[in-house]
């Protein structure tokens, strides 16, 4: 008999929870932030056996500690600011200094932290933190559930499913997007090829045209998988018409909704993140470590915007190369 999949269960709602946080242009982020704080503070406590309580429920805003453990002595910051200067500035805030027999541990809710466990940090007041232990995101944290005991994986995807509930969730439908990034997953992307199907100059006109000055960066990483984009799509609507449409449709569509409240790199970004969530949310969605998925959407959504899919066109563009 099968074991059942409670990892799975519980890195999809994870992953869930850190697209939304990923997405600074909702108006109600800092909503948000605090909500995930609030799980965080229970979720800490059922996945490592710690007695977190909640230092802002005493004293709003506490700079540099969100959450405390009095028993194991740590002191906790939860954010999704992952940077170098955020944990220097909280490890520099004269708070800390009243906690110096403590350890800090800095729990990073959007992303991935593993090239913050390798730098080193100004720490004024000494207070014991060690990078490499003491950083702790949503990918450690899955490998520390993952090699739990069964038992204690059905108690925290229990805890995770009361509490990180989807918009769609039990029932959640099928969409060609989930599938063709199933097949992108499978893709080698470091393998590189030509770009011998775009013309990089008309490109260019239409990022300025459309002042994408962060985004200029991601679009011109992923053009260069334009031609390998158009092939797999041809593939995926040997399976059936419309398949290749309904995908670049419901890119479309999440741009056109976000169109009326955002503009430039906002409205780029916002897509990026909503076609992460339908994605999420679909129930022929095989769960992929999340950077990947990120990559995959980043790649489809580049090739929307190179089809003329989203975004204003600048006169007589023509990405096509001659």
Same mark, same amino acid.
């Given at each position: 008999m099968?074991?059942?999949n409670?990892f799975?269960?519980?890195e999809?709602?994870?992953?869930h929870?850190a ?8 108006l109600?982020i ?10 965080y503070q ?9 007695v ?17 453990d009095?028993s194991?002595?740590f ?10 200067q955020k944990?220097?500035?909280s490890l520099s805030?004269?708070l ?20 913050l466990?390798k ?6 007041y000494k207070?014991?933190?060690t990078p ?8 450690s ?9 069964i038992?204690?994986q ?5 805890f ?14 099928e ?6 990034i199933n097949?992108?997953?499978?893709e080698d992307?470091?393998?590189s ?11 260019d ?10 985004a200029?960066d ?13 092939k ?7 399976q059936g018409?419309?398949?290749s ?9 999440? /741009?056109?909704?976000a ?5 430039d790199d ?11 969530e339908?994605?999420l949310?679909?129930s ?9 998925l990120?990559l995959?959407?980043?790649?489809l ?5 190179i089809?003329c ?7 007589? /563009?023509n990405?096509?190369?001659?």
């Open positions: 099968n074991r059942p409670y799975n269960v519980i999809d709602r994870l992953n929870l697209v939304r946080i990923s997405s600074r242009s909702r109600n800092l909503d948000l932030h605090g909500h995930s704080e609030n799980f229970y979720f800490l406590n059922e996945v490592y056996g710690w977190v309580t909640n230092e802002n429920d005493n004293k709003q805003n506490v700079e540099a500690i969100d959450l405390i009095h194991n002595k002191v906790i910051q939860v954010s999704a600011t992952s940077t170098k944990i220097e500035s805030k004269e800390i200094s009243n906690y110096v027999v403590y350890t800090f541990k800095f729990v990073s809710i959007a992303r991935d932290a593993d090239n466990r730098d080193t940090y100004k720490n004024p207070i014991k933190f490499s232990a003491d950083i702790i995101d949503k990918n944290i899955l490998s520390k559930i993952r090699g739990l005991h038992d204690d059905e108690r925290i995807y229990k995770v499913k009361k509490e990180l509930v989807t918009d769609v969730d039990p029932m959640k439908l969409s060609n997007l989930a599938a063709v097949i992108l997953s499978k992307w470091d393998k090829e030509p770009i011998t199907s775009v013309n990089s100059f008309e490109i006109r239409k990022i300025s045209h459309n002042n994408l000055n962060a200029k991601i679009i011109s990483d992923y053009m260069v998988h334009y031609g390998r984009v158009d797999i799509y041809t593939a995926f609507d040997s018409s419309n398949k449409s309904s995908v670049l449709s419901t890119i479309r569509q999440e /741009y056109a909704k169109k009326s409240k955002l503009n906002q409205l780029f970004f916002e897509v990026i993140s909503k076609v992460q339908k994605i949310n679909s022929n969605y095989t769960s992929i470590p999340f950077d990947e990120e995959c959407v980043n790649i959504v580049v090739d929307a915007f089809r899919k989203i975004f204003e066109n600048p006169d007589n /563009y990405y096509a190369t001659t």
